[in-house]
């Protein structure tokens, strides 16, 4: 009889282990996907370059962003590398002197494919002929749009989505200018 009762102990060793390691794969395999659909936000500029060169994927899609923020005042950042539920957005906000602003304005009239004051990618998409943009991630306060100050320029924006829902998955790029403030956003996004 001793062999069975040896033989039963460590059947139920052996289930309970295996229960137990379920159990810790699951918990964990829930903590990641939580994880990942927390929108995760760097606000770091010193990591502006490795973003740039390394994170960012489409180089197109960046290729306006300037290529140092060596003498730039006040840069602010936003970039987030997405997730299952969330958009991927690179945003430098960059304080520029007024006639640099004049002239960045200037440029961007000149080869922007669409226009807004103002507002979100929401109040872009619903406006006739409207496509997806941005939110104004580096805003630095709660809200979401631009004031009505920022003339946004958008370079390109390609849906990808489905009928009836054309801008399901897709991507845009361009810059808001602020010529009161003197200020500039460089912008990129995917979802």
Avoid at 43 to 56: G, L
Avoid at 87 to 104: A, D, G, M, T, V
Avoid at 114 to 127: A, E, K, P, V
Avoid at 165 to 186: C, M, T
């Amino acid at each position: 009889m001793q062999p069975s009762i040896i033989v039963k102990l460590a059947i139920v060793c052996l289930l309970s282990l295996g229960g137990f390691s379920i159990s810790s794969l699951s918990f964990l395999m829930t903590k990641n996907a939580r994880q990942d659909q927390q929108l995760k936000i760097i606000t770091d500029i010193s990591r502006y370059q490795e973003i740039r060169h390394y994170k960012w994927a489409n180089k197109t899609q960046i290729s306006h962003f300037p290529a140092h923020l060596l003498h730039t005042t006040k840069p602010i950042m936003a970039y987030s590398p997405g997730g299952r539920q969330n958009s991927r957005f690179l945003q430098i906000r960059l304080q520029q002197s007024p006639e640099q602003i004049k002239q960045l304005l200037h440029h961007y009239q000149k080869i922007a494919k669409h226009q807004y004051q103002g507002g979100d990618t929401n109040d872009h998409l619903q406006q006739p002929h409207g496509v997806a943009t941005t939110f104004f991630h580096t805003s630095q306060s709660y809200t979401e749009a631009f004031p009505s100050t920022y003339q946004i320029f958008v370079l390109k924006a390609q849906p990808q989505g489905r009928p009836g829902f054309k801008w399901y998955r897709g991507s845009s790029y361009g810059v808001a200018i602020n010529s009161i403030s003197a200020e500039i956003v460089y912008w990129a996004e995917e979802w």
